[in-house]
C-alpha cells in the first residue's frame, strides 16, 4: 500500500518560512521524482517545484523560484520543500506527488500518487 504524506504546514506572517516534508512508503522511492504542487482558493492546482530520481530539480516561474528550494533524503523516502520569504499570496494547501517516470514534470498527470495536503497560510 503507497502512502505519501505531507506535514510541516501551518500560519506564519510574511517573509517568515516553513519546511514541509513528504514522507513516501510503499514505493521505491530513489526511482521517482517528487514534486511540490499547490492549490489556492478557487485557484487551479499548480506546479512549484519537483526533484529527480536522480537529484536533479526543477522549478515553477520566478514567483517560486529563489525563495523556495526542493530537496530529497532517499535514505528517509522524504522529500523537503523550504519556503522563505513567504507572502501572502502563497497561501495555499500544499500536495506532495510522486511521479513513477523520475521526471518531475511540472504537469498534475505525471504523478501516480498524492498525499491529502498540509495548509500553509501566510498573513500579511
Known amino acids: 500500500q503507497v502512502q505519501v504524506v505531507e506535514s510541516g504546514g501551518g500560519l506564519v506572517q510574511a517573509g517568515g518560512s516553513l519546511r514541509l516534508s513528504c514522507a513516501a512508503s510503499?514505493?521505491?522511492?530513489?526511482?521517482?521524482?517528487m514534486g511540490w504542487f499547490r492549490q489556492a482558493p478557487g485557484k487551479e492546482r499548480e506546479f512549484v517545484a519537483a526533484?529527480?530520481?536522480?537529484?536533479?530539480?526543477?522549478y515553477a516561474d520566478s514567483s517560486v523560484k529563489g525563495r523556495f528550494t526542493i530537496s530529497r533524503d532517499n535514505a528517509k523516502n522524504t522529500v523537503y520543500l523550504q519556503m522563505n520569504s513567504l507572502k501572502p499570496e502563497d497561501t495555499a494547501v500544499y500536495y506532495c506527488?510522486?511521479?513513477?517516470?523520475?521526471?518531475?514534470?511540472?504537469?498534475?498527470?505525471?504523478?501516480?500518487?498524492w498525499g491529502q495536503g498540509t495548509q500553509v497560510t501566510v498573513s500579511s
Open positions: 510503499g514505493i521505491v522511492f530513489s526511482n521517482y521524482a
Open positions: 506527488a510522486a511521479d513513477p517516470s523520475g521526471r518531475g514534470m511540472w504537469w498534475s498527470g505525471a504523478y501516480e500518487y
Open positions: 526533484a529527480r530520481w536522480n537529484g536533479g530539480t526543477t
